[in-house]
């Protein structure tokens, strides 16, 4: 009530930023910085501040800044967000919390390791698949709007991983293949020009695959690039479904 | 390189409203299949033949059960409409090249769902 | 003690042209043993955020002729035609070998490749994947890279210098950033594919990585870098942030128009205005072009002034809602977030931005540079092909081009001469070490990073953007100099190890004050306009004294510069003629 009215010059606004310095500490801490606000400031742009001007030693990812390399993922008040397309404006003038994308083991401050995921994205085999390549003299693979339209959405994924910070079954079951791996998985496999769709699903129709997934329906909602990971997995259990009961009922079918 | 691991907490799903109405609705499933039960047990009683079967009408009457069947009611009613709200995004249908809307397919769901429930309705009220 | 990994091949950088590189090895050569050291994972690369498209010609009213004729009098007339012509042969292949390995190319109603139109090309030859070109070229490299079991990434470790053992290049010494550790990293040949150096400057498209590594690397090396004067400002930049803009939606129909709403650009011989889109006219002249029409018009008061300077609109309300959403959705989502405009209703501020470097490490056609074992490719290299200005779209088809030229040239020379020294490549491993420790590392020191680097930035700015004079040039050259001093008192606030992403930013200064000063004294020693260079003391072309790259070689104080011959086959130096 006796609080003065910040004026324009001197707005500021408090980031409580977690700090984990294996070589100092064995458990991780909160820092208390006070910066000054800007209405077009993303959250990036106050940790750049923070270290270049007042404190050097935190530790971040970031690179393009316009949402498109994935790198700059955080909890952003305990929500996965890309702190380059988040904006103080939308905090203020309470303060914010910064911590490393949860589910994942920390390196640093806010730098998560990344190996899990980087194995289980080379696990679903993301590349064209095809018993026969065609040669470049042949031209490309024919493939319609429709066709591309098909996967494109699949193909959006920046590999950012807040959808593993967003999913419970991940966090409780760390051998789930996860949100992003199934989408790209599905990305080529929905595409015509790939042939590899028997190989994949053998992959994700396991536990760890698309079953251990119960439909949170997170991972959907916190994508920034609209990738409905959720719905690459439902499909998938759909067509596995549909793929196991063909086999049962018609097992002649099979080629 | 000591890397620092944060585990699940244990109340993880009272951290966030998604998260909460999650369990709530896997937990759903519980009270469904403890209606199948009782479903179950009726028919059994049927066979039985008509003392055991009216014993358990009367059973099924008493406040607590009423207020189950309320609860289960409920409980099976937010599985299904969570059920539908979801199904667009494993069925993916394309018609002439166009993907359909998911809120066709939703409101197919629901078309389907009315139908058999009138058909049902008729089939136990009839007699 | 410091760990040695050998290999048989070893690229720096894991973007568009370092995973080519990696991949042409790979398939050629599938016993060979490739090593990619990366600062980043691959798919943070800079590439990712590259947006219009590439260039290849595949049209049947087209021809390789009239792209090689494009690029070359994009360029000023300062490409090498050599170069050019392998360019513009073999960037249609390998765009198709993305296309198979599945980049998901806009297409046509009938399933071929789609191409748009771009800056400064008489033909639609721009193929593109919606407005992220970048992006899935990207992650289509990179997903199909994980398939060769002969490539081994090295991820998050920071290359600091080339190794070189008896006058050629053997290695890397690189920091495992994970722990902190300096590792070296043997080859029979290195590949740089580090990308540019846009950092140099305080405005720019350029993500934080770009920060003229491979470059610094290189000159370090003894290697020249040439024509580094010719810094290309992208017209489309978002003021502030300078996030870019694509070409593509001026390519789709877009204009650009002052604060009288007039659309300036016909005032400086890109017109007429109509017909509208015209191929190489007006809104679709070169980009070096028109980011000078827009200093042109701010000199005459008829920019409009904004919170972060002065800028023009750039209006695509024409194209209409569902054109903007099918070609050029991201557009519309960045000027939506960033500036809180939406396109569809309102006209997008902007103003040039630094967006690429044209100059680079000195190679030829095959990616070779001069240091037996060093090789380069993309940004990081000039072969050169762009001259001394690039046109639109040539950027990304440069890098699968020259990065399998590179990858392949240097698969070959590796597997005929292996690393051989190897207790001497430890030693210089340890100095490296001992250097890094002893600069970076100590408690003494005053100045901070981002001080320097702000210093550094805005003396690039005020001296040595779009339009340079010597007076200008040379005060740039002088607070560069005085900021090399002042670096050496530097002094960290981390001097940890794990992770140490302080360390990894005085790093990259280190690297762009040598990039900053080969691009500043290059410019004052060029007493000439041509292309992005533009000296208001010496305004016209002269092809007399300086049709010839720029050679700038590292000494103690100021570079060397030396002059290299432009070469020319068929396509005699005449002058740039646009619109029409």
Known sequence: MMMAEQTVAERTITLEVFRYRPEQESEPTFQTYEIPYREDWVVLDALNYIKDSVDGSLTYRWSCRMGVCGSCGMMVNGVPKLTCSTFLKDYYPRPIRIEPLANFPVARDLAIVLDDFMAKLVHVRPWIIRRQEEPLEAGEYRQTPEELDRYKHFSMCINCMLCYAACPIYGLEPEFVGPAAVALAQRYNLDSRDQGGRERMGILSTHEGIWACTLVGECTTVCPAEVDPAAAIQQAKLASALGWLRRVLVPWGNK | ?127 | MVDVLRHDLLIIGGGAAGLRAATAAAQLYPRLNIAIVSKVYPMRSHTVSAEGGAGGVIKSNDSLDEHIQDTISGSDWLADQDAVELFAREAPAELLQLEHWGCPWSREPDGSVAVRPFGGMQKERTWFAADKTGFHLLHTLFQTSLQFSSIRRYDEWFATRLVVENGRCQGVVAIELGSGQIRLISAGAVILATGGAGRVFPFTTNGAICTGDGMALAYRAGVPLKDMEFVQYHPTGLPGTGILITEAARGEGGILVNKDGYRYLQDYGLGPPDPWPRLRAMELGPRDKLSQCFVYEMQKGRTITGPYGDIVYLDVRHLGEKKIDEKIPFVRELARKYVGIDPVHDPIPVRPVVHYMMGGVHTDAQGATPLPGLYAAGEVACVSINGANRLGSNSLSECLVFGTRAGRAAAAFALERPAADFAALETQARDEERRITATFLRAEGTERVSTLRQEMQLAMESGCGIFRDEASLQETCNRLARARGRFMRLRLDDRSRVYNTELVAALELDFMLDAAEAVAYSALARTESRGSHQRTDHPQRDDARFLKHTLAYRTGGAPRVDYLDVAITRWPPAQRVYGG
């Open chain 2, 1 to 127: 390189m000591r890397a620092y691991s944060r585990p699940t907490e244990f109340n993880w799903w009272l951290t966030n409203r998604t998260y909460f109405f999650f369990v709530v609705r896997e937990l759903t499933s519980v009270l469904i299949a403890a209606y199948m039960v009782f479903l179950l047990v009726l028919l059994r009683r049927l066979a039985a033949g008509p003392e055991a079967y009216a014993a358990y009408l009367r059973f099924l009457g008493s406040p607590g059960m009423l207020l189950f069947h309320l609860v289960a009611l409920a409980a099976a009613l937010y599985h299904s409409i969570t059920w539908f709200r979801l199904a667009p995004m494993a069925i993916t249908l394309r018609v002439r090249g166009r993907r359909v809307p998911g809120a066709t397919v939703v409101a197919a769901n629901y078309a389907a769902w009315l139908v058999v429930s009138l058909v049902v309705a008729w089939i136990v009220l009839r007699s």
